[in-house]
């Protein structure tokens, strides 16, 4: 009986010291893993990979003598849109509209009642290039997203013409020229 109880005593200290030693590694090992982790928190930053982010295209803000807004007449809005005009169309509910500062830019239209802004963005002005770029609207990052225009004021008038562009703004920027006012006496503009 003797050797039977010791057997079981030895037996269950066995137990509770693969249990204990069990523990221990364990112990061990998440002392270890949160040693390595704290040690990779710790890492100086320049030791990571940045994701690049593309550089803007080079130029500076948008001349001040474009600041303000632009407009071309209804007839722009169903002929780019294909939304057409109320069926009493007048200068004030039927435009396209170009808004210009010295780094944004946006294009909205009033067809229906109501204004909607399709599109807005970055500018930048390189001479008689201006760049658009960062529009949600199109949703493509640069240096894809790029819309690469020539840019020139006549007679008050901004006329816009395409180099390049991956987004639809050309069929807005280059439609007509664009003027400081809704023209009245045309039919939605």
């Not at 130029?59 to 007839?75: D, F, K, S």
């Amino acid at each position: 009986m003797w050797h039977t109880a010791n057997h079981s005593i030895q037996s269950h200290t066995l137990r509770k010291g693969r249990a204990v030693a069990l523990l221990g590694i364990a112990f061990v090992f998440l002392a270890s893993s949160c040693s390595q982790s704290t040690r990779l928190a710790t890492l100086p930053l320049s030791s990571a990979s940045p994701i690049p982010t593309p550089s803007p295209p080079p130029g500076g803000p948008v001349p001040a003598q474009l600041w303000g807004n632009w407009y071309l007449p209804g007839a722009a809005v169903t002929e780019v849109s294909q939304i057409p005009c109320p069926s009493n169309p007048t200068p004030t509910n039927c435009f396209f509209q170009l808004a210009l500062d010295a780094t944004t830019w946006s294009i909205s239209f009033v067809a229906t009642g109501g204004i909607v802004v399709p599109s807005q963005g970055t500018a930048v002005v390189n001479s008689n290039e201006m760049d658009f770029f960062n529009s949600v609207y199109c949703g493509i990052q640069l240096p894809a997203g790029l819309g690469r225009f020539t840019w020139r004021v006549t007679a008050g008038v901004l006329y816009f013409t395409l180099i390049s562009d991956a987004c639809t703004r050309a069929h807005v920027l280059t439609n007509r020229g664009w003027t400081r006012t809704l023209v009245a006496g045309q039919p939605g503009g």
